[in-house]
């Protein structure tokens, strides 16, 4: 079993920069991917941004540019700097892992971006 626990949300004003935390803990030996997901109000969560077990990131395309993604193995953590926010940019940010059979959410940590 993993635990994830976000952390670095808050409120920013368009064009400001946040960054946000995630920490792991429990069965940290059998994750494989990380990755941050977003969900607004009335929408469909998504995918913002993942990192494999080697380091290689990818991104939404509403991110690239603006956000990367960074893991620290030994640290268990996995950082999304958001730089550039946008008020569409509003969400509660998810942290995401997989291990090979099971896939395992955080609480949640809520971004707004003001007008």
């Known amino acids: 079993q993993v635990q994830l626990v976000e952390s670095g949300g808050g409120l920013v004003q368009p064009g400001g920069s946040l960054r946000l935390s995630c920490v792991a803990s429990?069965?940290?030996?059998?994750?494989?991917?990380r990755s941050w997901y977003r969900q607004a109000p009335g929408q469909q969560r998504e995918l913002v941004a993942g990192?494999?077990?080697?380091?290689?990131?990818n991104y939404a395309g509403s991110a690239k540019g603006r956000f990367t993604i960074s893991r620290d193995n030994f640290k268990n953590t996995v950082d999304l700097e958001m730089n550039s926010l946008k008020p569409e940019d509003t969400a509660v940010y998810y942290c995401?892992?997989?291990?090979?059979?099971?896939?395992?959410w955080g609480q949640g940590t809520q971004v707004t971006v003001s007008s």
């Open positions: 429990g069965n940290i030996w059998t994750i494989i991917t």
């Open positions: 995401h892992a997989t291990s090979y059979t099971r896939e395992f």
């Open positions: 990192i494999t077990n080697d380091g290689t990131p």
